[in-house]
């Protein structure tokens, strides 16, 4: 987990036409490279080696209805043998030092919703070729979950730092203001519902990151980045004359996971049960034609 800030370091100075300032104030002159998110809770649910999974015993899960996703780095992998880093990194987060070690910066992530652009950047600042994988590093999720309290059903709203390392001054959860001035490891937890809010810590190491490509090309632990195959790759040319869009449609079947004391399938914090995981379920990328 700790290789993975400087992983990201060493490809800053490369990324600097792919600024938050350039992916918000895209040039209307040239096509751009569009990339957008998708939720889905019917998408398959992985395990972290990208294989089917089903809820340990013991354990429950419900699908979150997300409202905004932050993403901190997105590269195009050309086989399955690319080492992270090394393929064509799309985009890059703002990262800080203001905690101590290198941390995403959270007052300066980039948010999307379901169905809506992360990212827009000119294709020529792509390096043409062909493409088979995606990986991006998931930073933060917002949604929905229900729980219950005293034989009722309520709806709170959660907020999942799912990034390797996170550094949060203050933000604001349906007008519960948290007060943090500090970093945050992956697992890191608030929940606010009708005026009342908290927060926690899952476990290190429980956060579920899906890699089909774990055996040719790892992922540091921790690090939540994500891989997902393109169908039918993915060719940029360096003489595309219309935008190209992609969606990354992320599986949050069951993605919300947490400890039972009453096997009852619902989340009930107040019994002491507790919050195992955050992460997404995988990841499928999608070339619009």
Avoid at 41 to 63: F, H, K, M, V, Y
Avoid at 124 to 142: K, P
Avoid at 250 to 264: A, G, L, M, Q, Y
Wanted: glycine content about 8%.
């Amino acid at each position: 987990m700790r290789h993975l800030p400087f992983l990201f370091l060493t490809f800053a100075l490369v990324l600097t036409s792919c600024s938050n300032d350039d992916n918000n104030n895209p040039s209307d002159d040239e096509p751009q490279l569009v990339i957008r998110l998708k939720f889905d809770p019917n998408q398959e649910r992985l395990n972290n080696l990208g294989q089917p999974s089903t809820i340990p015993d013991g354990n429950a899960a419900q699908s979150p209805s997300i409202k905004s996703m932050s993403a901190n780095y997105i590269e195009f992998a050309p086989g399955p043998f690319t080492p992270l880093g090394e393929g064509e990194v799309i985009f890059l987060g703002e990262e800080t030092n203001v905690g101590g070690e290198t941390a995403i910066d959270f007052q300066q992530a980039v948010f999307a919703g379901n169905d809506e652009v992360f990212l827009s950047i000119p294709l020529s600042e792509i390096a043409a070729g062909n493409y088979e994988w995606v990986r991006v590093s998931l930073a933060y999720q917002e949604g929905d979950i229900d729980f219950l309290l005293d034989g009722n059903t309520y709806t709170a709203t959660l907020a999942s730092f799912v990034g390797y390392n996170t550094y949060i001054s203050t933000f604001d959860l349906n007008g519960a203001n948290f007060e943090i001035n500090e970093n945050k490891k992956q697992g890191f937890w608030a929940l606010e519902t009708n005026g009342f809010s908290t927060q926690g810590q899952a476990p290190e190491g429980a956060t579920t990151v899906p890699n089909p490509l774990f055996d040719s090309s790892p992922v540091p632990q921790g690090s939540c980045v994500v891989t997902g195959e393109f169908e039918n790759g993915f060719t940029i040319t360096g003489n595309e004359t219309e935008d190209v869009e992609v969606v990354l449609s992320f599986s949050i079947n069951n993605s919300f996971e947490w400890t039972e004391v009453n096997e009852d399938g619902l989340y009930e914090p107040s019994a002491g049960e507790q919050v195992v995981d955050m992460g997404l379920r995988g990841l499928i990328p999608v070339v619009l034609e």
